[in-house]
DNA sequence: TTGTACGCGTTATCAC
DNA sequence: GTGATAACGCGTACAA
């Protein structure tokens, strides 16, 4: 059942308006030069015959597939989506496709995915964060495909990155926590290992605690994967501690959303009893109860900054300059002074 | 700067191996056709040039190119996060890649990415619910590419799809919240038109209605974006209403959070005052507070199943056969009988 | 302005 | 077991 004639070509085209396969591949791509008249006849016969060209063929002609590849950690959180949405879309008002895969914060998954989207012709690849083994970097530079690194700001790297300071984010917001009178700080982050955002987000931490003249050593800190699930957990253990800590500041807004519910099943009040503190600023952060103060990302700044220059590196009209986003500190309710001391 | 040589094909290789090149793709795709020796000599050149196959030429040589492509409404929040997540991951494991790409939720969009991904010479390709011009699925048979619809089961349509009886669903919910003693039912609903998902969710309620004998005229509904700020405004807007609403059914469970949180703005309490539900039981259901009692949907389930069925047609194993996934109401919080009668 | 003919890198079909 | 060689569909010098 069905017709079974496969996919028209060029060349099906060209027959049917009575013309060469040249003349339709103009009428195409520069369709100013071929005059009006044939013009007319060719797109007659390609919206007759429905024609679609062949990918493949062009990239194979042309050697350049209009592809943007990115390789993000999870898509099973909303982490990256804002971003790559906007990422995406810039792409799509510069003519480019995105194609998307994750990791699961694996290298050796990383890796192999890069390979594949370079195998398969990107002109251009977006990674999340720096921290990566300097032989994948050599083989994009072999493979002449230009790479961007995003979520991540750091002006001496070796590759260009549209990103903001993580450390200097959260820094900004151990600050406020430690205005708030806050002394007992325990931090829930991500795993760090090959991580540099998270690494970046406990440094500020720790810097902000210096300038205060507090030892860094005594501050408890679990790292976890950035799941709800696992913020609960880190933060029941938080909370045997003795002393208690009086805010418990995560690595982002699930770690954080996750703490929270773990508070509520405890019934250890939030801020009264306990402060919580998160990162990212996703839509969870202003729905759990108590909403989240937090570092706010211009997600889809950062993604559509990180398209605009990534396409300009593709298409040969910048080396890779590296832009910075700024965050701010959005104040809401999980924060608040410690209780009286007792 | 830098080499300026370009990636090696497989001529390269052949040489550097002193073998033709068919011997060296024989090496790649089926090496056990080739004498151990040469197959050693050629995979140290293949080593050391760090060939990569070029993924065009070899969909053009094939007419295969192992890709599936999905066209989702939105990555903008989570409802198709997980669910993806789980149908890459399959994908991976049968050796194909993904290509994702968002249509917002706009017909023509999603027309223009079909035309794109198809191009592309995607294999298969993965569509949510059934909602579409018969133009687009023409268009699929002509050019022979198999598609399977998710997110929405319906074995009498004329596409193939692995999902949920999202009707039958939401009905079973309803009759629940019908059981807790509820008559004043308010809907917030997602765009219906050109989304049979929420239809079939609207239909759903007011099927469990009329079983009731209420009449559905009566009932309030409005129809407003998947995002938290249009729930919580509809919510608001229900809440005016006199008599006022004692449950207001959500569409997604993206809807019913905005609900949550306008509640709390309104100092209505949820649920003794309002009895608030969801759809999806995404990870926001379980953390919002009071947590939300919705149904649950097993996206990972979903993904795979959807992914092992749309290879299978791919590969000329199946015609494409329609597949149920169970949902079940989850109950948590916000659903209780409503206040005693003014 | 339009047509001819070749190359892009791979796989598959033959011979050898 | 291995090597020529012909596709695959498109873009583009170059020629007309």
Redesign the interface.
Known sequence: M??NR??PTLNDVAKAAGVSTATVSRCLNSPDRVIEATRQRVMQAVESL?Y??????R??AVKR?FTIGAIIP?????IF??G??AF?DQLREDGY??????SAYDPEAEREQI??L????ADGLLLIGHAREPEIYE?L????VPSLVAWSFEPDATKPSVGFNNSEAMCELARRVLAAGHRRIALISGITKGNDRAQARVAGIQQALLAEGLAIKKFPLIETPYE?DKGAEAFARLMALDPRPTVVMCGNDVLA??A??EA?RLNISVPEQVSVTGFDDI??A????PALTTVHVPHREMGRKAARELVAMVEGRSLGKSVCINTHVVTRHSLAPPPAAE
């Open positions: 069905g017709k496969s996919a429905r679609t060209p062949n990918f493949a063929a990239v194979m597939s999870t898509m099973d959180n909303a989506a804002r790559l949405q995406q496709t995105l194609l998307v895969s994750s390979r594949t370079v195998a398969r012709g083989y530079e072999r493979h002449q709800i959303a996750g929270l519910r509520q839509e969870l202003g729905i759990v109860h």
